[in-house]
């Protein structure tokens, strides 16, 4: 098993940046890929960014630029640095994880309990 905890959240004005910070603990090898979700009230969970290898990421296209995924393999540690944040990045932020051999690469079976990130305008 794989437990996931997220920190870092917090009130933020427009145009601030914030880290969040994501500790693995369990079963967290290289094996697994990880990844940062958001969910606003009423709308579905959307991927941010997902972290593959050090050189393999993925971001959704409207965040390019402004966030970036890291993940440090020695401390189980992920990140998500997020600058230039807008009201519209107002969401539940939540880390999750995945053995990277899944059969469905959609599918994440392991979530923290997330981490609220308020951005004021």
């Known amino acids: 098993q794989v437990q996931l905890v997220e920190s870092g959240g917090g009130l933020v004005q427009a145009g601030g940046s914030l880290r969040l910070s994501c500790a693995a603990s369990g079963r967290t090898t290289s094996d697994f890929v990880m990844a940062w979700f958001r969910q606003v009230p009423g709308k579905e969970r959307e991927l941010v960014a997902a972290?593959?290898?050090?050189?393999?990421?993925y971001y959704e296209d409207s965040l390019k630029g402004r966030f970036t995924i890291s993940r440090d393999y020695r401390k189980n540690m992920a990140y998500l640095q997020m600058n230039s944040l807008k009201p519209e990045d107002t969401a539940v932020y939540y880390c999750?994880?995945?053995?990277?051999?899944?059969?469905?690469?959609?599918?994440?079976?392991?979530w923290g309990q997330g981490t609220q990130v308020t951005v004021s305008s």
């Open positions: 999750a994880a995945r053995h990277r051999a899944a059969p469905d690469k959609n599918k994440w079976n392991f």
């Open positions: 972290i593959y290898t050090p050189s393999s990421t």
